[in-house]
């Protein structure tokens, strides 16, 4: 602790004069995957974006060889937009909150290793395609419909248990870190928690649920909420913290009740 009651992070004791960072590449999609390594002088405070614009800037690899730049995505640069994760080191997340000191400290090594999220179609090098993530919040009507643009007076009452909890299922940016850990989440076998926990948020709504009973459809297919195999790797690897097996359990409770008493409705 410090004397301002600040928690002091641990810093590299010996840092080293130089790095390297082993990139996997691709120079297309359906092109075979190759290995880069580069080496950069040590500064601190970098993240892994920063290091990678560094590589840009003199794409050499540590035999001397020229090459193309690295190819990744990035916007916000503040771990809100989600577009900038890979696996780093063999851990799905952001690049732009990844520590280059917190890095080397952890492996005890001096060598990064970055390469693409292996549960999207690989664009090219870093970049993945996740768009599949945008089909499976349709898939289960993650929007509230309007009836118009017209003024319709304050929104309905929600208790302040309610709105706390939608809170933390509304910091989701589609990052796709629990997919990418899911160990259920292969192709079109399961629909995954991203989803899931977005269906749970606008069922919370109190004009959300009255399309409940769609969303709850959107569930209950051959990729449905029924895969979860409960690994729980999605809590751990969510770089929000969103309780995202409490909405797996949470939705899977509505879907049973909605199976067995929905016929009340009709």
């Not at 080397?104 to 970055?114: F, N, P, R, V, W």
């Not at 097996?245 to 409705?265: M, P, Q």
């Given at each position: 602790m410090t004397n301002n009651g600040h928690i002091e992070k641990k810093r590299l004791e010996n840092p080293p004069k130089k790095f390297k960072l082993k990139i996997q590449r691709r120079e297309k999609a359906d092109a075979p995957v190759s290995w880069d390594t580069f080496e950069l002088p040590y500064r601190r405070n970098l993240n892994v974006i920063s290091a990678l614009m560094d590589v840009r800037k003199e794409p050499v690899t540590i035999e001397g060889k020229q090459t193309t730049p690295p190819v990744w995505d990035m916007s916000c640069l503040e771990q809100v937009c989600g577009i900038c994760t890979m696996v780093i080191d063999g851990k799905v997340r952001q690049s732009c909150s990844a520590l280059i000191d917190d890095l080397?400290?952890?492996?005890?090594?001096?060598?990064?290793?970055?390469q693409p999220m292996s549960k999207f179609p690989n664009i090219r090098d870093l970049r993945v395609?996740?768009?599949r993530m945008f089909e499976h919040l349709k898939q289960v009507d993650a929007w509230i419909e309007l009836d118009g643009s017209h003024d319709l007076g304050p929104g309905p009452a929600i208790s302040n248990e309610t709105a706390q909890e939608r809170y933390e299922y509304s910091r989701c940016m589609t990052c796709g870190c629990c997919l990418e850990a899911c160990p259920q989440y292969e192709g079109d076998q399961y629909i995954g928690p991203q989803a899931i926990a977005q269906a749970r948020l606008f069922n919370m709504h109190p004009t959300g649920k009255t399309?409940?009973?769609?969303?709850?459809?959107?569930?209950?297919?051959?990729?449905?909420?029924?895969?979860?195999?409960?690994?729980?790797?999605?809590?751990?690897v969510c770089p929000m913290s969103i309780p995202l097996?409490?909405?797996?359990?949470?939705?899977?409770?509505?879907?049973?009740?909605?199976?067995?008493?929905?016929?009340?409705?009709k």
């Open positions: 080397l400290l952890a492996s005890g090594t001096d060598e990064i290793t970055l395609d996740r768009s399309d409940i009973e769609e969303r709850l459809n959107g569930l209950m297919g051959d990729d449905g909420i029924g895969n979860c195999g409960n690994a729980q790797n999605c809590v751990q097996t409490k909405a797996i359990y949470e939705t899977n409770r509505d879907i049973t009740v909605n199976a067995l008493f929905g016929w009340l409705k």
